[in-house]
């Protein structure tokens, strides 16, 4: 589980991604850092990247770490840095959680960025309110 550390303002989704890969092409990544992106503004659901693809989203250096080549990444387009993300958020993000679940044979954990890597993604400490509250952290 990621967060953007962003504001996108009233960007729609498409520009949000564009604004994603724009950010993740300049590291040399060689695509959009993560499977599913969330926009809380609108609601709006892309899916991103295939799960079979590996994606930049939580290694570090180098890049593609075992939590890239294991790991499933989800990105709320926000930042929760300072606020912890609304009931319709995390209901949203649950519904996520469910769905990618119910694609997948495995069972995976749900774990924040910050789980497997010292960052503040998904969101200052502010994580450890909200982590609970996310289906599979348990
Ligand atoms: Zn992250």
Redesign the pocket.
Known sequence: ???A?ADYGQKNMRQVLEAILAHDRQQNWPAISYHVVYLPRTREVAWVGDWNTIRY??AGVPAIGINNVTGI?V?AAVNYEFVDPDQQAIDDLNGIVDWIVSLLPQRLKTV???DV?P?I??GGGWWTTWKAKVRGTA
């Open positions: 589980m990621h967060h550390a989203h939580a990444g990105c924040g960025h910050k890597w960052t993604c998904p």
